[in-house]
């Protein structure tokens, strides 16, 4: 039944019944089935790999990454030919993502097995300790589309160890505190300048708090728009973000390691 519906697909019937003294010979048939599509959220638990896999003149930067570990158990599950990942928006390869984690989307190509029990595949791909999927269902091709919607329509909640040049005071720390929908400038960071354009984005922090830890640490939780770059929030990258930490306590501060601590869609 299948080769016959391939032949009248194809018309190689129609060919044949045009060409009776020839024999026609097929070879070499492969059955691509439908994409599967799954959804749900990722946390990245470790700050040494990135989201995919990262490489520079032909060389590896780091060992694995987050669409790796996701796709390495599953490819064998379902039996397919690859996984491919996209997500709403990313973060650095030394930046965690905790909380509820990140939506992504996962095409599984050409699976030879449709494996429906969810919880089994968050088992699997859980294992390797440095991702953790949660919420995983099927999903439509559709949800790509809507998961790029999240890039700009959502505010990211954040937490940074901070250094602090001079001695932090209480009065620095009630300063924070009282930050509210600030507006701020960002020039594109030099560190990113390779690969964006040159202009100057606007950005809000929402809110910030703040723990002070000793007389030069302290620990800033920041409520952002979509697409401020807080790294460079807080050191000002040379003053190319205005205002910023370092304007707001009058020293030189730097970002010590920083956690995407939620993903708040507006």
Not at 9 to 28: E, H, M, P, Q, T
Not at 213 to 229: E, M, P, Q
């Amino acid at each position: 039944g299948l080769i016959k519906e391939i032949f009248k697909k194809f018309g190689f019937n129609d060919l044949a019944s045009r060409n009776k003294d020839y024999a026609i010979l097929v070879k070499n048939v492969k059955l691509i089935k439908d994409s599967l599509f799954l959804k749900g959220n990722y946390l990245k638990l470790t700050r040494e790999i990135g989201q995919t896999k990262w490489q520079i003149n032909g060389m590896r930067v780091c060992s694995s990454s987050v669409e790796e570990e996701i796709k390495k158990n599953l490819i064998k599950i379902f039996e397919c030919d690859d996984c491919v990942m996209s997500a709403g928006g990313r973060e650095d390869r030394d930046v965690r993502m905790l909380g509820n984690g990140r939506p992504f989307i996962l095409e599984i190509i050409n699976p030879k097995k449709n494996i429906t029990d969810h919880d089994y595949l968050e088992k699997e791909i859980n294992k390797s300790g440095l991702v953790k999927v949660n919420t995983l269902s099927v999903s439509e091709k559709n949800y790509f589309e809507e998961i790029k919607k999240y890039e700009t329509s959502k505010m990211k909640y954040y937490s940074c160890f901070v250094w602090c040049k001079k001695v932090v005071t209480d009065q620095d720390i009630n300063n924070i505190k009282n930050v509210k929908n600030m507006n701020v400038i960002q020039k594109t960071p030099f560190r990113v300048l390779h690969r964006r354009t040159l202009m100057d984005r606007a950005k809000v922090i929402y809110k910030m708090d703040a723990i002070k830890i000793n007389d030069h640490f302290l620990i800033v939780n920041i409520l952002a728009s979509a697409g401020t770059y807080i790294k460079e929030f807080v050191h000002s990258d040379l003053g190319r973000t205005k205002p910023s930490l370092v304007s707001l306590l009058d020293s030189e501060c730097d970002i010590l390691q920083l956690d995407v601590l939620d993903l708040i869609l507006v």
